[in-house]
């Protein structure tokens, strides 16, 4: 008797429904950052330069970025997700950019859980000084990757986070740190930057089809619909 075949259907289905969820959040995010004239979320933040010194893996993931141990400069912009004032909560966001020979790198994390399920889950906090994970996992040769920055003692001069990564939904394994300048970047400490993480990858990253399908309608119609050349002048600039 022939081995039965698993049937296509559930990834199919699974696909269509990323794909709906994907078109209706970018067009909900799109109209909404038309509405706003700025960006739907993570409307107001700073932007620093930074720092990531990564250790190099024990276990290798294939992932050059994380494998090999050196420094890699760059920007972090953060910011909070609805633009809500303090002390109000709010989902806390970092956005982190890197200039690699390889080309951009854009990873963006966001306050979490950091348990095997809580860190899929956004949570608003009331400082940023929480953990934060990407949320969302990438496709590496050796299975699904989620990062997680934590934040330590920091000094007047510069803020620091420990870099961790996780196979999936396994254990977090300490990779490396992120330092930025306290002070923003000038003139401007929010100059127009758009963070792409679906397709500025690290190098032997991919992103899961299913992910792609509900993530990349966002940034599309947030780019068309609110360009930074409709943006409201920043105050004082």
């Known amino acids: 008797m022939a081995p039965r075949v698993p049937s296509p259907v559930p990834a199919t289905v699974a696909r269509a429904a990323a794909a709906a969820g ?58 909070r997700a609805a633009g809500l004032p303090p002390p109000l909560p709010d989902v806390r966001g970092l956005a982190l950019r890197l200039e690699e020979p390889t080309g951009r790198v854009d990873l963006l994390l966001s306050t979490t859980g950091v348990g095997p399920l809580t860190r899929f889950v956004l949570l608003p906090r009331l400082t940023e000084r929480r953990p934060m ?42 990779v490396g740190r992120l330092v930025a300048t306290t002070r923003p970047v000038r003139p401007d400490p929010d100059p127009p930057l758009r963070f792409d993480p679906v397709r500025h990858l690290p190098a032997g990253v991919s992103q899961y089809p299913w992910v792609r399908l509900a993530r990349d309608p966002s940034y599309v119609r947030s780019r068309q619909w609110s360009p930074p050349s409709r943006w409201r002048p920043r105050q004082g600039a």
């Open 22 to 79: 994907g078109q209706l959040a970018g067009v909900a995010l799109g109209a909404f950052g038309r509405v706003r004239r700025g960006k739907p979320l993570h409307p107001r933040g700073t932007v620093h330069e930074a720092v990531l010194t990564v250790w190099g893996a024990e276990r290798p993931w294939q992932v050059p970025l994380l494998d090999e141990a050196g420094e890699h400069h760059g920007v972090v912009r953060v910011s």
């Open 133 to 174: 994970t990407t949320l969302l996992p990438v496709r590496t040769p050796t299975g699904p990757l989620l990062l997680r920055l934590t934040p330590v003692a920091s000094g007047a001069a510069a803020r620091t986070w420990l870099l961790a990564a996780a196979r999936g939904s396994g254990p977090w394994e300490p």
